[in-house]
């Protein structure tokens, strides 16, 4: 009989065990940058997906933008990185990790297709080109950015300008930010007409808008020299510095610099005209400066030429993952809510027909981000894009924090960059 017994307590003992076993619920690891909508969306859809999926657990970490790049990139480089991460096509990141095989394959079917070409072309064009190494898909893209401006209408009308005839060009934005600026009794701007924005990891945007405008580019053509001491380049720079140190409509000594809120400087009141980003709109919507804010299309160097610089964000996922498909699984998930992305977050995540959603056409100012998607370019391709990016931001800190020359400034950037790429 207590032969019976043990033996019944160990075929119990057995079962819990299985049973323990088959319970154990797979953790996926998820890291994204900081973006207060966005990251109360990801909690709530991260809830949604464990609740239909209670063997998945999803681990999510926030990481402040300043930190990000940074250490993404470390933990990757050692083999400690997440399993999902959601990462900027403005940094050669994406590159790094496609050229080093680190990051997996897009797993079509768990998305629904049948195929890498099916999938690819429920997209719009261009979609993946940031994610695709030799034919192949690494990506899923969780945002598509291009650039406009943003006007105070109440700044405007005080100043005696004419809201509804924003500048079209930069020699415009010149004119009119020497009209909207106030200065004190000596001088010195307390509100600046027009400013580019001053969080470091915002320069790149702010640059290459006007480095695409002037036909400039970081490297020749077969990507072996860097050209951004170029008279295109220079150009491009001398136009932010001019407006600092010449025109003294601008500069970073009024900017709150806020990486978390890169509209706060427009919210405070303390410039009346910025540069603005699908995404903004969230963080614009409750403050009491909406009432007064228009978007309009991006100012340019030749109106009659127009060009945007475009990036994006995309989700992707660690080769050694806890488990690859419950990782693209998530990936699935997060990507099948364009509308709340859109309508919650200011996401716009370029599926066909997401422009004919009930969602886009309330989305604010939608005919201007048509209009500046239909003129973005993606800029320059490189795997060393993120030493490039950080040479070029040293290099504009130099000039328009420093006061050092442009041209000086530009020609130290080069010199870096060529001993990278040599």
């Known amino acids: ?29 998820f890291w994204s940058h900081t973006h207060p909508p966005m990251v109360d969306l990801n909690e709530e859809l991260i809830e949604e997906f464990e609740r239909l999926n209670p063997d998945i657990e999803i681990e999510y970490t926030v990481i402040p933008n300043n ?30 990790y ?20 099916e999938l690819k072309d429920a997209w719009l064009s261009g979609a993946f080109d940031a994610v695709t190494k030799d034919g192949v898909i690494y990506g899923v893209p969780s945002e598509y950015n291009t650039t406009a401006l943003l006007i105070n209408k109440r700044h405007f009308e005080e100043a005696g300008l004419d809201p ?8 415009e934005v010149l004119e009119y930010g020497e009209k909207l600026a106030i200065r004190d009794k000596n001088g010195e701007i307390i509100r600046r007409g027009f400013d580019f924005l001053y969080a470091p990891n915002f320069f790149w945007v702010c640059f290459g808008n006007l480095l695409a405008q002037y036909g400039g580019s970081y490297l020749n053509e077969d990507h072996t020299e860097c050209t951004l001491n170029s008279p295109e380049a220079v150009q491009a720079l001398q136009f932010w510095y001019d407006l600092v140190y010449k025109d003294k409509i601008a500069g970073p000594h009024l900017s709150m610099m806020d990486s978390t809120n890169i509209m706060t400087d427009f919210i405070m009141e303390t410039v009346s005209m910025s540069l603005v980003f699908p995404w903004s709109v969230e963080l614009l919507r ?25 990036w994006a964000y995309y989700w992707m ?34 599926r066909k027909g997401w422009s004919d959603s009930p969602e886009a056409q309330a989305f604010p100012f939608i005919e201007v981000w048509l209009s500046e998607m239909n003129n973005s370019w993606f800029g320059d391709r490189s795997i060393h894009l993120s030493e490039i990016l950080t040479s070029l931001r040293m290099a ?8 050092v020359d442009p041209q000086t400034s530009l020609d130290q950037a080069k010199q870096e960059i060529d001993r990278l790429l040599n």
């Open 164 to 171: 509804n005839n924003p500048p079209k060009s930069w020699q």
């Open 317 to 350: 996922v660690n080769k050694d993952a806890a488990d690859v498909k419950a990782a693209w699984k998530l990936v699935s998930f997060l990507a099948s809510h364009p509308a709340r992305w859109l309508s919650d977050v200011g996401f716009i995540q370029p």
């Open 396 to 403: 504009i800190e130099r000039s328009i924090m420093d006061g």
């Open 67 to 96: 930190d990000f790049f940074t250490k993404v990139l470390t933990a990757m480089s050692t083999g400690t990185g997440p399993d999902v991460i959601n990462m900027s096509s403005g940094n050669s990141q994406i590159s790094v």
């Open 286 to 310: 409750d403050t009491p400066v909406w009432e007064d804010a228009v978007i309009v299309p991006l100012p340019q160097l030749d109106p009659e030429n127009p060009v945007n610089l475009a």
């Open 98 to 117: 496609m050229e080093s095989g680190i990051v997996a394959p897009i797993i079509p079917e768990v998305f629904g297709f049948s195929s890498q070409e």
């Open 1 to 29: 009989m207590r032969k019976a017994t043990k033996l019944l307590l160990l075929v119990l003992l057995s079962v819990a065990l299985a049973s323990s076993v088959g319970s154990a619920k797979t953790v996926i690891t």
